[in-house]
């Protein structure tokens, strides 16, 4: 069964720092990564994505994250934080095609500092 | 076109009584879920559907909760008789499913339920 393990509860940098929320996950097959974000007051949407092909995806925003099979890992980041990066982000996994089989994980909520 | 449409966005309740939440997928997505979202326990799936059907209802956590989805476009998750505990936010969200799925879920903005 997958799992999904986001290490931090809550980050905190300052404006036009980098971003790095960690992510790992355990999955007896191949998986499917995801990271969402939950603004204040509203649903989750869809940050970026790793399905298959290139292990590093870019997504909304400026974020980016590294697929590493080494490491079970799927890392998110962004070079330069703005204010309005602030929010809750979900990382998730996949085993395979199908959204019924998606497990979020806890959440880490960014704070970012002016 | 329209997301994921939820009411009530609040509702207070007192013990004991009857909620409905309810959601309209957006048109076309054919697997819709309802999540729940607390501090405590982070997201959990509750039940989903595929073509109007539930697929998995293993993450209702009691006999107290019960969903429908009649048809494609409306859904209803239930809470009777409500308790203190239920007390959270509950999203909806859909996809279209399966073989089709983009890996996205489109999600609602939630029904914030307090029970007092």
């Known amino acids: 069964a997958q799992s999904v393990t986001q290490l931090g509860s809550h980050v905190s940098v300052s404006e036009g720092a980098l971003v790095l929320l960690r992510c790992n996950y355990s999955s007896s097959v191949p998986p499917y990564l995801f990271w969402y974000v939950q603004y204040p007051n509203q649903g989750l949407q869809l940050l970026l994505k790793?399905?298959?092909?290139?292990?590093l995806v870019k997504g909304i925003n400026g974020f980016e994250a590294e697929f590493k099979k080494s490491e079970t890992s799927f890392h998110l980041t962004k070079p330069s934080a703005h204010m309005s990066d602030a929010a809750e982000y979900f990382c998730a996994v996949s085993e395979g095609i199908g959204a019924n089989n998606l497990f979020f994980g806890t959440g880490t909520r960014l704070t970012v500092i002016p | 076109d329209a997301g994921v449409i939820q009411s009530p966005r609040h509702e207070v309740t007192e013990m004991g009584q009857e909620v409905t939440l309810r959601c309209k997928p957006i048109s076309g997505h054919n697997s819709l879920f309802w999540y729940r979202q607390t501090m405590m326990r982070g997201l959990e799936l509750l039940i989903y559907?595929?073509?109007?059907?539930?697929?998995?209802d293993s993450g209702m956590p009691e006999d107290r909760f019960s969903a429908k989805m009649p048809n494609a476009s409306f859904s209803t998750l239930k809470i009777q008789p409500s308790e203190p505990r239920d007390s959270a936010v509950y999203f909806c969200a859909s996809t279209l499913g399966a073989s089709r799925w983009s890996g996205e879920l489109f999600f609602g903005e939630g029904s914030r339920l307090t029970v007092l």
């Open positions: 790793y399905t298959t092909g290139a292990t």
């Open positions: 559907f595929n073509n109007n059907v539930p697929i998995d």
